[in-house]
């Protein structure tokens, strides 16, 4: 394959610049929390009325947490592993996926909207956020496209765990974007709720197995095991196929008669769950051959602790209640906490002091401790999905999980937005500053 003329550019500023958007979507997701939990306090009415308000945050909340910043760590993960030979494309299409978000975080701003709580994707129905949308998901699968084309290579030879794991998501994000067609083209309920339930469904789980693909790939990252030695990556190297073939038969599950047309996607989430079960419970006794720190590990741990019990929730689950939020809390938790590993480690932030360490450490704790405790209130509370409820009608303990694991989670994650920034700002001379500081206490 050809490679850009200026490949110093293409191979460090372009996965950088994907780390970026990831990183502001992430820290905007993280203000709409904030407002959301305003929200039920009373505190706040959003966008001139509180109901409908609520919803609105909340769908803009989702679409920049598991869409964007997700999306956007997969768009550094695609850039940094394959290179189109035109430099041009790489930046068009990062300028398009800037574009599409500007367009849904301006949406609300720019006329009436109608909150739609779908699953999996609930959006604003109006053409600004829908065209958002669109014109950001385009831009990620350009992105993966070379990844794609030398998926087979990595299946049939033992080429590094990188292009397996993005070659596969690459595949699956194209499969949703046939599922997203499928859906269209097809005969859509009148009503709007149900006519983007039906439109998502399919794409939503497929998201879900590009998600699962590409945090297996964040995790070699955290071990420092990219290439195929070691059990992971071989592990890996199995259960990559296994993960592709319901997804590779899922054109076929919306022909046939209901209710296995959606019935059949369900059951692939879980057969993925199942799959990667020995890897999860192998990789909490794995070790680091990385010299970034022992505190990075707390960023692999911790998220298969999160991901273990949110498959065991999402397992448990047979009806529409707290249950479901529980279950996918756990699992966005822990993709979360495997990204900001893997920006600290790609970006070399913090270095090797012990002072450093121990942030890190602190800052993954709080985040991954305030999950649980939110996932444990919510449990408790039993609380409508998607439904403003005043705090006064939440049982006190469920209300102090919820509000204790909250603040803890927001506070960890505004320090992770203020580390990023600040390597960002600052540059090299933050890190010699903090070097400086850790060998003073005599922490080197």
């Known amino acids: 394959m050809v490679r850009s003329r200026r490949p110093g550019v293409d191979c460090n500023r372009l996965p950088q610049a994907w780390i970026a958007l990831a990183v502001t979507a992430f820290l905007v997701s993280v203000c709409y929390a904030l407002l959301l939990v ?56 990062f300028a398009a996926a ?16 109608t909150p ?32 794609l084309v030398h998926l087979p290579q990595a ?9 397996l794991l993005c070659g596969a998501a690459a595949l699956v994000l194209l499969l949703a974007d046939v599922q997203l067609g499928i859906a269209a083209s097809s005969a859509l309920p009148d009503t709007a709720l149900l006519r983007y339930q039906r439109l998502f469904w399919g794409a939503g789980h497929l998201l879900q197995t590009v998600n699962l693909l590409l945090v297996m790939q964040a995790w070699l990252w955290l ?30 599950f919306p022909y046939l008669p209901a209710p296995y047309d959606m019935r059949l996607f369900t059951w692939q989430m879980e057969w ?6 020995p890897s999860l419970l192998g990789l909490l006794l794995a070790r680091s051959s990385t010299g970034a720190g022992s505190a990075l ?62 942030l890190l450490a602190w800052q993954s704790g709080l985040y991954g401790g305030g999950i649980l405790l939110v996932m444990a209130g919510l449990i408790v509370s039993d609380i409508p999905r998607k439904n403003l409820v005043a705090v006064g009608d939440l049982p ?30 600052c540059g090299a001379g933050s890190h010699n500053k903090l070097a400086d500081l850790a060998r003073g206490a005599g922490d080197v």
């Open 38 to 93: 305003l929200a039920r306090s009373g505190m706040v009415t959003l966008f001139g009325d509180n109901e409908r308000g609520f919803h609105s945050a909340l769908v803009l909340h989702v679409n920049f947490s598991l869409l964007v910043w997700f999306l956007s760590m997969g768009g550094f993960f695609w850039s940094r592993n394959r290179q189109w030979a035109s430099r041009r494309i790489n930046c068009v299409a």
């Open 223 to 252: 071990l420092g095991r990219s290439q195929v030695i070691g059990w992971p990556a071989r592990l890996f190297r199995i259960q990559v196929p296994l993960i592709l073939f319901p997804a590779l038969i899922s054109p076929l």
């Open 155 to 163: 299946l049939a030879s033992r080429a590094d765990s990188a292009s």
């Open 272 to 277: 993925n769950g199942l799959l990667v079960m």
């Open 297 to 358: 590990l707390f960023f692999l741990r911790l998220p298969i602790w999160l991901l273990l019990l949110g498959f065991i929730l999402g397992w448990l689950i047979e009806e529409n209640n707290a249950w479901v939020p529980a279950h996918y809390h756990g699992v966005i938790g822990a993709i979360t906490l495997s990204y900001m590993g893997v920006c600290y480690h790609h970006l070399g932030i913090l270095g090797n002091t012990r002072v450093a360490q121990r």
């Open 98 to 113: 800037l574009a599409g978000v500007l367009l849904i975080a301006v949406a609300p701003l720019v006329g009436a909207v």
């Open 396 to 425: 006190p303990l469920g209300r102090l999980l919820m509000a204790t694991g909250g603040g803890g989670a927001l506070i960890a994650s505004l320090l992770f937005v203020v580390l990023m920034a600040q390597h960002r700002l």
């Open 116 to 147: 739609i709580m779908s699953d999996y994707l609930p959006v604003l129905d109006q053409v600004f956020f829908l065209a958002g949308i669109g014109l950001f998901a385009l831009a990620v699968s350009v992105v993966s496209l070379p990844s």
